[in-house]
């Protein structure tokens, strides 16, 4: 890549650099310069330089890349140096100049003052890495694998210069990105410099108390890590908070005025507040982390994980299902707008609810928890979010970008709602369109209408949503969510009227938190300008989750199993009318209401299914749950016909096809239509019963699946449910990409293990963080 590199200053930096560049043979020579002999002749004699000095003019000239790594305060004087080397033609004039200095304007303005024009190869950067030891011998060539450099694109530098030092320090294993240098310091002087002045002031602070040496005694990992930078070099230090002082004394003067704030909750014992604030840094720290990597929020581990299911034939037991998501989602949602505290329990821990707290935290709201399922909400109002800072990231959940896309078009604030790679290439325009009808200005992404979406304020706008009737071209719950909560504060009143049912967990809640909801038929109306009252919500089990175990057991042999306290929504109960049809033995007990809810146990046991032509009226009712029915079809016996089911093919993956996909890699004959999926039962029906008598023999015991490896396109419900077709499998099956598992259903393989299925997880090391699952 270059004929010879010149590093000047062989420190941590200096010295990393130049060992990434031998070991990559990025170059044919290395020199230094470094005002330590030693260090310099150790280098040589290890093969790392082919020359050194203590002087620039012995060693720089024919370089073509000269890197400077001294503190900032002595770049100047290598200025001049470089520039009388140009000036006697020992440097092309084009020779790439960069350096690795932490503040960036004083750098420019150095070659300002030495330079007549700055130089065309002039390229300041800033790699963000460092260690806790200093100086030549605590050098490492990986020092910048997966860490940022920033490169301040001058408008004076010839584009080939960018380009080849870009190529440097990619080549080396970093990320490079562009910042001009104004913002650079003002970034790091927030990010980094700040927190080392902290680290130093606070050491300081207790090596000056009277009793300093207990202090130091009984500090604890805290201490340590917070105070771990300030072993850093000192002049290094020093010269750098001189050199970006006023960005840092500006840093400095919106820290004390936070320091001041959070010392005056405390003397003012403000519970709330203070919960609050520290509610929102713990999550925060944890939440851009995850939107910068595009990474879930739960457990990590098991990213590009897969399960390794050996057939089993039997489940029973009584088990506990996981909160329902659909009303998490609302629970947050109506909750953070109402008046008062909202309490929940059993809210559902996976990654698409926790999605939507953080952009309820992120607007302003106060959430303590989730802890084991219990949430505190303190309500803002219906007018009390704040603006957030940062575009609102959904992670993979399309309920809550939807959702959320009617609250925020009714905000004074403009917002941006934006989503991984997977949410971000699904279609938003079926919310977008009807919201503008109300006046919403919402812009979604490209030709097809993705997010991010772009929602301008209504303090721009300058009028409120107005009330419309909408006819929805599909029953869809989201989208009939969306312009009700939007319609909460529109002008006059919303209609929305759907062609079939669809989950009502939107209208039952609202009801719930004291807000009046008209339902005619398919006729939803809402009156804009009333107020939500804070309350007490319990989550039920989600009947989707529970979905899994109920066909579990009914095609298992000899199998009972209950469900406890499910969540019986009629507008939910679509999968227990299906396996009805199909002849599944269910039956409920304990019915009661729980948060305006109608709940129930739920007992299945081994069935002998038959296949059948499943009514369209029933689709929306059952849309989420498709993926393992078609499980049981496949052990029914005789066909099973799916039509008008449309919309599964715009899920988190395309479910009919992906489904029909595995289907036939475990042998079953199946023929995927443009609505739907046909596919022929292996069942055998039923067996013989006693002699004399009329009892029906379930017979469940022969294989209808074969085994092999399923790639669950990154699909929780697809991954969920060919788990379930291991209980009439023949082989072993092993399921490709189950990490998103956790976006609905975190637990659930142990929850299979319990009931006597054997699922091994295979935690891969390599993490694909980019597609998750989300909700409806």
């Known amino acids: 890549m270059f ?10 930096i200096g010295a990393s650099v130049a060992q990434a560049i031998r070991d990559q043979q990025l170059s044919a020579r290395i020199v230094a310069v470094d005002r330590d002999q030693l260090s310099l002749t150790e280098a040589i004699e290890q093969g790392l330089l082919d020359a050194g000095s203590t002087e620039l003019s012995a060693v720089a000239s024919s370089s073509d890349l000269i890197i400077i790594a001294i503190p900032v305060q002595a770049v100047s004087a290598v200025f001049i140096d470089i520039k009388a080397l140009i000036d006697s033609g020992r440097l092309a004039a084009d020779c790439i100049i960069s350096d690795v200095c932490s503040t960036k304007l004083n750098v420019v303005e150095a070659a300002q003052s030495v330079f007549a024009s700055l130089p065309i190869g002039l390229v300041p950067a800033h790699p963000i890495a460092g260690a806790e030891n200093s100086g030549y011998h605590a050098r490492r060539s990986d020092l910048f694998v997966n860490h940022s450099v920033i490169i301040c694109e001058l408008p004076t530098t010839s584009r080939t210069a960018i380009f080849k030092l870009r190529q440097l320090w990619e080549a080396i294993g970093a990320t ?16 980094s410099h700040l927190p080392h002045l902290l680290a130093f002031n606070l050491v300081d602070q207790l090596a000056s108390h009277d009793d300093n040496l207990n202090m130091f005694r009984y500090a604890a990992g805290g201490f340590r890590d917070f105070t771990r930078i300030a072993a850093s070099d000192p002049k290094m230090w020093h010269d750098i908070f ?6 840092i004394v500006s ?16 003397i003012d014992k403000d519970s709330t507040a203070l919960m609050g604030l520290l509610g929102r840094a713990q999550a925060a720290r944890r939440h851009f982390g995850h939107m910068l990597a595009s990474t879930p929020y739960t457990d990590i581990s098991t990213m590009s994980a897969s399960y390794i299911i050996s057939p089993s034939h039997t489940v029973t037991g009584t088990i506990a299902i996981p909160g329902d998501k659909s009303i998490s989602h609302r629970s947050i949602m109506l909750g953070s707008l109402a008046e008062g505290v909202t309490q929940v329990t059993g809210f559902l821990e996976g990654e698409d609810a926790l999605a939507t707290l953080q952009a309820f935290r992120d607007m302003g709201v106060t959430i303590e928890g989730p802890d084991k399922g219990k949430l505190t909400i303190h309500g803002v109002g219906m007018n009390g979010l704040k603006p957030s800072k940062t575009p609102i990231y959904m992670g993979n959940s399309g309920t809550s970008m939807r959702l959320l896309a009617g609250i925020l078009a009714a905000q004074s604030f403009d917002s941006v709602l934006t989503g991984d790679t997977s949410l971000n290439k699904r279609p938003m325009e079926r919310v977008a369109a009807p919201l503008r009808q109300m006046g919403a200005v919402v812009q979604s992404t490209g030709t097809s209408g993705t ?21 929805m071209p599909v029953a869809s719950a989201q989208i009939k969510s969306c312009l009700l909560l939007a319609g909460l504060w529109a002008q006059g009143t919303t209609t929305v009227t759907q062609p079939e049912v669809s989950r009502d967990h939107t209208e039952r809640m609202l009801a719930a938190f004291g807000y009046e909801v008209k339902v005619q038929g398919n006729r939803i109306s809402v009156e804009g300008g009333g107020k939500l009252i804070g309350g007490d919500i319990a989550v039920p089990a989600d009947i989707s989750s529970a979905a899994f175990f109920m066909v579990a057991a009914a095609i298992s042999k000899g199998s009972t199993l209950t469900l406890t306290q499910v969540g019986i929504n009629p507008t939910r109960t679509g999968i227990i009318d299906i396996l009805k049809l199909m002849n599944a033995d269910i039956s409920l007990s304990n019915e009661t209401h729980v948060g305006g809810e109608p709940v129930a146990d739920i007992t299945i046991r081994s069935s002998n299914l038959v296949g059948i032509e499943i009514p369209e009226s029933l689709v929306p009712l059952a849309i989420d749950e498709f993926p393992v029915l078609f499980i049981a079809a496949s052990c029914a016996q005789g066909r099973t016909v799916l039509t008008g089911a449309k919309e599964l093919r715009v899920k988190e993956s395309d479910r009919i096809a992906v489904m029909a996909e595995g289907l036939q890699t475990l042998g079953i004959d199946c023929t995927v239509t443009e609505d739907g ?23 469940n015991s022969h294989p209808v699946f074969g085994g092999g490896h399923i790639t669950s396109h990154h699909d929780h419900r697809i991954a969920m449910s060919f ?9 072993q099956i092993v399921i490709e990409g ?14 299979a293990n319990q009931i006597g299925m054997a699922v091994e997880v295979d935690r891969g090391a390599d993490a694909d963080a980019d597609n998750h699952a989300d909700a409806d």
């Open 677 to 699: 999926l046909i596919i022929e039962g292996q069942g055998q029906g039923q067996g013989q019963g006693v002699e004399g008598s009329d009892s029906q023999v379930v017979n």
């Open 3 to 12: 004929q010879q590199v010149c590093i000047i200053g062989l420190g941590l």
């Open 723 to 731: 788990t379930v077709a291991s209980l009439r499998a023949s082989k």
């Open 176 to 191: 490079v990105m562009a910042m001009d240098a104004e913002h650079h310091d003002s970034i790091l002087a927030h990010t």
């Open 242 to 247: 001189f050199a970006n002082q006023t960005s």
């Open 251 to 266: 840093a400095l003067d919106e820290y004390s005025s936070y320091l001041k704030n959070i010392r005056q909750l405390i």
């Open 738 to 751: 189950v990490e998103t598992v956790n976006t609905s259903f975190p637990g659930f393989a142990e929850l």
């Open 451 to 471: 997010s991010p979406l772009s929602i301008t304020g209504r303090a721009k706008v300058g009028e409120p949503l107005q009330g419309i009737e909408y006819n």
